[in-house]
């Protein structure tokens, strides 16, 4: 196969990161398709950890072209803040581009993000703040400023000048903030412009070359399927698709150009931030979890709520997605319990239900209905093959691809690159 796509399939925070770091070191070229710096990979190489957000993956590896997608919100303070910091650390920066479709999120959007979702009181989605949803609004209203328009620095400030006026009247006048200074701002993005000039490329025709040719090309996704703007758990979701369909248009390829879909499966469940989520452990067994896991956003630090694997998300997820295969992340975090549970259906008014409801009346008054296995209680970290597994951990891994019809063909035991199986081929 010359190309991978890669996506979550719960609320993100899967683990992509390090699966998408360990298929990239086979990949000629990595795509960012969706999502903004709202995203947050978390790759450790040799014991040195690296906090990515919205520079792909494969930036990790020298060979390896990078591409920020038409499809992505560039946040360009984000995007220079980030490169100093990989280069701070001798990462090679150099094969890296940006869209030039891609829209540009603006300091306004994220004093507006902010202004929203205090407005909203308790109805709060619970963003990042990081002007991801008011810049993907702008795109829809056809009043974003795209990577295009850095290019020509008249047009450029013609935009955003604009934009500016409108955005303060929206700020003073809708939520009662203080306006921006034009001419700081007007200031600030016109250097940003200038720095950016020599990234932005016409990357459609970058990645479509690139699979003509049958190079290796590996679609990265952020976030995951439940926080998909139409199949995720709506409201409480991100403004853009990160499910398979999201890579196409996101980066400019048709769907026919996409080999394998691996689907990104924590071991357990988590969510940052509002909406039902059914399997939820708000006890010690989540906090067990948690502390164990480690599980507090790479971009937000929020600690995460966590919760049994949900086998009625992965389904799903399996489902819209059309997932040909899974990675199974974080594995070694159940390590520590004598039985562990799965579900595999919601209970809803006497009724058991195995596809995901849209509602979220019914998502948040449903029970789960778990399937109780026994734990390995040993630690696993060590492993190297499946066969190196414990019994019990290699039946919890048949339970999720019997439920799911999706084989697991990646397995990981461990942060680092070396803690890692893979069963059948990639790439």
Same mark, same amino acid.
């Given at each position: 196969m010359s190309t991978v796509a890669v996506v979550g399939t719960q609320w993100g925070d899967e683990g992509k990161g390090k699966a998408i770091d360990y298929i990239a070191t086979r990949a000629d070229m990595v795509v960012r398709a969706q999502g903004g710096n709202n995203a947050g990979h978390s790759v450790v190489i040799d014991g040195k950890k690296y906090a990515l957000h919205l520079i792909p993956s494969g930036i990790l590896n020298a060979k390896t072209i990078n591409i920020i997608g038409n499809g992505v919100v560039f946040d360009p303070e984000g995007f220079f803040n980030e490169l100093k910091d990989l280069e701070d650390d001798g990462i090679n920066t150099k094969n890296l581009f940006i869209s030039d479709r891609a829209h540009i999120v603006f300091d306004y959007h994220k004093i507006i993000?902010?202004?929203?979702?205090?407005?909203?009181?308790?109805?709060?989605?619970?963003?990042?703040?990081?002007?991801?949803?008011?810049?993907?609004?702008?795109?829809?209203?056809?009043?974003?400023?795209?990577?295009?328009?850095?290019?020509?620095?008249?047009?450029?400030?013609?935009?955003?000048?604009?934009q500016i006026d409108r955005k303060n009247d929206m700020i003073t006048k809708l939520y009662g903030g203080e306006p921006l200074d034009k001419t700081a701002l007007m200031k600030k993005y016109t250097d940003y412009a200038k720095r950016l000039k020599p990234y932005v490329k016409d990357?459609?025709?970058?990645?479509?070359?690139?699979?003509?040719?049958?190079?290796?090309?590996?679609? @990265?996704?952020?976030?995951?399927?439940?926080?998909?703007?139409d199949l &995720?758990?709506?409201?409480? $979701? =991100?403004?853009?698709? +990160?499910?398979s369909g999201g890579f196409t248009t996101g980066s400019g390829v048709s769907p026919r150009d996409i080999n394998e879909i691996i689907g990104i499966v924590k071991a357990y469940t988590t969510r940052v931030g509002e909406g039902p989520f059914v399997t939820? @452990?708000?006890?010690?067994?989540?906090?067990?979890?948690?502390?164990? &896991?480690?599980?507090?956003? $790479? =971009?937000?630090?929020? +600690?995460?709520?966590?919760?049994?694997?949900?086998?009625?998300?992965?389904?799903?997820?399996?489902?819209?997605?059309?997932?040909?295969?899974?990675?199974?992340?974080l594995l070694d975090v159940l390590d520590q319990f004598e039985t562990i549970n799965v579900c595999v259906g919601y209970e809803y008014n006497g009724e058991v239900l195995t596809d995901f409801p849209a509602s979220l009346k019914i998502q948040e008054e449903s029970r789960p209905v778990y399937k109780t296995l026994r734990g390995w209680n040993t630690p696993?970290?060590?492993?190297?093959?499946?066969?190196?597994?414990?019994?019990?951990?290699?039946?919890?891994?048949?339970?999720?691809?019997?439920?799911?019809?999706?084989?697991?063909?990646?397995?990981s035991v461990g942060p680092d690159r070396e803690q890692t199986m893979i069963r059948g081929e990639l790439f």
């Open positions: 993000d902010s202004l929203g979702e205090k407005s909203k009181g308790s109805k709060k989605v619970g963003t990042t703040n990081k002007g991801i949803g008011p810049c993907y609004m702008d795109k829809m209203e056809r009043t974003g400023i795209r990577m295009c328009d850095v290019l020509d620095d008249d047009l450029f400030e013609a935009k955003l000048s604009a990357t459609s025709v970058m990645v479509y070359e690139a699979v003509k040719a049958g190079r290796k090309v590996l679609f @990265e996704g952020a976030q995951g399927t439940m926080l998909d703007i &995720g758990t709506y409201p409480y $979701v =991100t403004s853009s698709h +990160p499910v939820e @452990e708000d006890n010690e067994t989540g906090d067990k979890i948690r502390e164990i &896991g480690h599980e507090y956003g $790479v =971009t937000t630090g929020r +600690p995460r709520r966590c919760g049994w694997l949900d086998l009625v998300v992965v389904r799903y997820a399996a489902r819209v997605n059309g997932l040909t295969g899974i990675s199974l992340m696993i970290t060590g492993c190297r093959s499946y066969e190196d597994l414990p019994e019990e951990a290699k039946a919890y891994i048949k339970e999720i691809e019997e439920f799911s019809g999706v084989p697991v063909k990646i397995i």
